[in-house]
């Protein structure tokens, strides 16, 4: 040992060679419990909504590959929503396109306004309405298009921040503006209409009901990465408090009330998006009768053995 050796004379020279001692950091390369790095958050329709409409005026489809604002989270960068999640504010007009392309990250998308704009997936296209579901699988060749009145508005949900951190994303654009598509079947695997989940909502007792979409082919989750529930909470009503590894995009789809997120209290309205990060305890409750819809990372959770939950009554 040389005699003047010293703690901090030992890690300048590992850190020379590009090596760092565990044992000084140890808590922090594995803390006891998840530390997300997103922090609650609401963005509000009211806000985001006058915005859209100017882009709309400022920016033509041919212009932007896909005319969208990203709700990113305060506390990272885009495309992080939450640590896992993407969501964008997505506008299309009558008579635009938006132009064929693929990508393996996964995309849903819930309708917030406008009922005439058509997407098309893999051939199938399929009419939006508000409310519905509609997914685009890894790698599908999908455009969207206008042929009714009035603005078009949807959430996009995406597994974006994932192939952050897995680089294995890739995107094509189509040779032609739309992939050839003819329409949807009724029972299309890429819609999930709101009245069926309404009815299933309504179906259940009580001031709260929880229900996830399943995927119409696989009968599992809606993609492997992402899943999607709804919820519904009567006026007066609450959710009991949950808390889940998985982090949480939620969607306003009817209603107004309140979600405590550990210390912090959102508040929210029909229109609003807001996140929850992972393992912090959340709470819903409902100033009007209220439809909730959102998505989670908790499919990809699962397949690594990483999903846990935990509630209590309200
Ligand atoms: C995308 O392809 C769409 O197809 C929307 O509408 C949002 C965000 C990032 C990357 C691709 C779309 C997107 C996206």
């Keep these: 040992m040389i005699a003047t050796d010293s703690l901090d004379r030992l890690f300048a020279e590992a850190a020379a060679q590009d090596a760092q001692p565990l044992w000084t950091m140890m808590d922090a390369m594995v803390p006891p419990h998840p530390q997300p790095k997103a922090v609650p958050h609401v963005w509000r329709y009211a806000a985001m909504r006058p915005l859209l409409e100017r882009s709309g005026n ?24 939450t640590d896992t999640l993407y969501a964008g504010l997505q506008l299309i ?34 009419t939006m309405r508000r409310g519905d579901l509609v997914l685009t699988p890894s790698w599908e060749y999908h455009d969207h298009g206008h042929e009714g009145d009035g603005p078009m508005v949807w959430l996009d949900g995406l597994d974006l921040p994932v192939y952050q951190f897995f680089p294995a994303n890739f995107a094509q654009p189509y040779a032609e ?9 009724a029972d299309s695997h890429l819609c999930y209409p709101w009245s069926d989940m309404e009815a ?21 989750a809606v993609s492997r990465v992402i899943g ?9 009503g609450s959710s009991p408090t949950r808390r889940e590894t998985a982090g949480i995009v939620y969607h306003v789809h009817r209603g107004r009330g309140s979600t405590t997120v550990g210390t912090e209290r959102l508040d929210w309205e029909k229109g609003d998006t807001f996140c929850i990060p992972a393992w912090m305890p959340y709470r819903h409750e409902a100033a009007k009768d209220t439809y ?23």
């Design 177 to 185: 503006e739309r992939f050839p598509s003819e329409p949807a079947p």
């Design 292 to 314: 909730l819809f959102r998505y989670d990372d908790r499919p990809v959770l699962e397949a690594i053995g990483a999903y846990r939950r935990e509630a209590s009554a309200s």
């Design 228 to 236: 999607a529930a709804a919820e519904r909470i009567a006026r007066g």
């Design 200 to 220: 299933r909502l309504e179906a259940e007792d009580g001031p709260y009901a929880y229900a996830e979409y399943a995927h119409r082919v696989t009968g599992g």
């Design 58 to 81: 400022l920016v033509a489809t041919q212009d932007a590959e896909r005319r969208v604002f990203m709700l990113v989270n305060p506390a990272l960068k885009p495309p992080q929503t």
């Design 93 to 126: 007009l009558p008579g635009e396109v938006a132009r064929a392309h693929r990508h393996v990250a996964f995309a849903l998308r819930f309708i917030i306004e406008g009922d005439a704009a058509y997407t098309a997936v893999g051939g199938e296209r399929v």
